[in-house]
């Protein structure tokens, strides 16, 4: 990410305010799980190959002060050895 100002979501929809550059990722997630409540958490599809799995589903998450809801679309790549879940990428 470059250092320079990121808007968290869609414009407007003030989920967790601007977030500016590098040093302020660290607080990102405890700043938008207090800002805001998931909602719906839809699975559409889940397909793998050997011990790769992508996981394709739709997060709807509402703002608790604004009272908006904003739905997006989230990618989870995994790596699964065994039973156990060893790497993964979230989209």
Known sequence: MADGRWINGREGIGSSGDCMGKAA????PT???????MIA???YVVFGSGERVVVVRRC???NRAAGRVFHSPKVDM??????RITAGRKF
């Open 60 to 62: 709807s998450l509402r």
């Open 25 to 28: 990722m660290p607080g990102y």
């Open 31 to 37: 700043t938008l799980a207090s800002a805001g409540e």
């Open 41 to 43: 958490d839809v699975l």
């Open 78 to 83: 995994l790596r699964i050895s065994g039973v």
